[in-house]
């Protein structure tokens, strides 16, 4: 069984890291990569149903919270690597900032998070642990749409408010999520399913980070191809600003690399943005599922 299970993942992680540079499925290495974890996790499946000493027992998966628990962190998973590939290349490929800087505006999500988790061991026993996760994905909602009106000359401000915001919603998740998760399962299974706990929010984060690459790959495309629509010489908009800057000429090869240069530079802008707004709708989706956990515990 975990011979199974570690096949199945590996193939799924190298599928997940090759598939943008192979074009995905267009490449025969992407579907054998996808047919083994397929077969693998079929015949795991079969293994934990059918064996008399299953390496992961499925009972555990009879339990209502720890199942909806391991939906709800594979989507936290999700948000919290997919936002850190994103926004190091957005700030310094697009905005600009140095490496440093960088760094040093994207740690305040650190300080949300630490803020967020003594706040929440203050009112996890005076308050259902439920609406502490609703506020999280939230808090991670408001995040992301806030950075979904960012622009190409955006301050230090607008990032660090997100950025916090953002670190404020994980740290209402983490602790309330993980409690209302085991809160229900019989105590023999507690070791298997912070296991599965983790390796969940893991998988989460890969398949997170690979969707928010192609998804940014392939909207800057179709964005650059709508931009190129708009440019044409008959446009009084663009033959005005062409000759407000007097440094392109469109009518040489230089001028119009130096104009492509910058519509892929904007298309990309607009990727990015739309990155935020599927991270945004990410962070709602779940919510109802919150109100499928019990508050109980048994001991």
């Known amino acids: 069984g975990f011979l199974l299970l570690a096949l199945s993942i590996?193939?799924?992680?190298m599928m997940l890291d090759r598939g943008?540079?192979?074009?995905?499925?267009?490449?025969?290495?992407i579907?054998?990569?996808?047919?083994?974890c397929a077969a693998s996790?079929?015949?795991?499946?079969?293994?934990?149903?059918?064996?008399?000493?299953?390496?992961?027992?499925?009972?555990?998966?009879?339990?209502?919270?720890?199942?909806?628990?391991?939906?709800?962190?594979?989507?936290?998973?999700?948000?919290?690597?997919a936002t850190l590939a994103l926004m190091?290349?957005?700030?310094?490929?697009?905005?600009?900032?140095?490496?440093?800087?960088?760094?040093?505006?994207l740690a305040v999500r650190g300080v949300g998070t630490l803020v967020a988790m003594l706040t929440v061991g203050r009112l996890a026993s005076r308050v259902d642990l439920r609406w502490l996760v609703v506020v999280g994905f939230l808090l991670s909602a408001v995040s992301m749409w806030d950075a979904a009106g960012f622009t190409d000359e955006v301050g230090a401000g607008p990032i660090l408010r997100s950025g916090f915001v953002q670190g404020m919603g994980l740290g209402f998740l983490f602790v309330p999520l993980a409690t209302i998760t085991f809160a229900t399962l019989t105590p023999r299974f507690r070791n298997d399913g912070t296991s599965l706990f983790s390796l969940v929010r893991s998988?989460?984060?890969?398949i997170g980070v690979s969707i928010v690459v192609t998804q940014l790959a392939r909207s800057t495309q179709a964005n650059h191809a709508v931009l190129v629509e708009s440019l044409t010489p008959y446009r009084a908009a663009l033959r005005g600003a062409v000759e407000g800057l007097g440094t392109v000429d469109v009518t040489s090869v230089a001028g119009l690399a130096m104009l492509n240069a910058e519509v892929t530079r904007q298309a990309r802008l607009m990727g990015y943005l739309q990155d935020f707004e599927w991270l945004?709708?990410?962070?709602?989706?779940p919510i109802p599922l919150v109100f499928l956990l019990r508050t109980g515990t048994r001991r």
């Not at 590996?10 to 992680?13: E, I, K, S, V, Y």
């Not at 579907?31 to 083994?36: D, F, K, R, S, T």
């Open 88 to 105: 190091p290349p957005f700030l310094q490929n697009l905005v600009g900032y140095p490496v440093i800087d960088v760094g040093l505006l």
């Open 41 to 81: 996790f079929y015949l795991f499946v079969s293994h934990i149903l059918t064996s008399e000493h299953p390496f992961i027992e499925p009972a555990l998966f009879a339990d209502r919270n720890f199942s909806v628990g391991m939906l709800l962190i594979f989507v936290v998973g999700i948000i919290l690597l």
């Open 280 to 285: 945004m709708m990410a962070s709602l989706l």
């Open 203 to 206: 998988l989460g984060s890969s």
């Open 31 to 36: 579907v054998l990569l996808a047919a083994l």
């Open 20 to 29: 943008e540079s192979l074009n995905w499925f267009a490449h025969p290495e």
């Open 10 to 13: 590996g193939a799924l992680q």
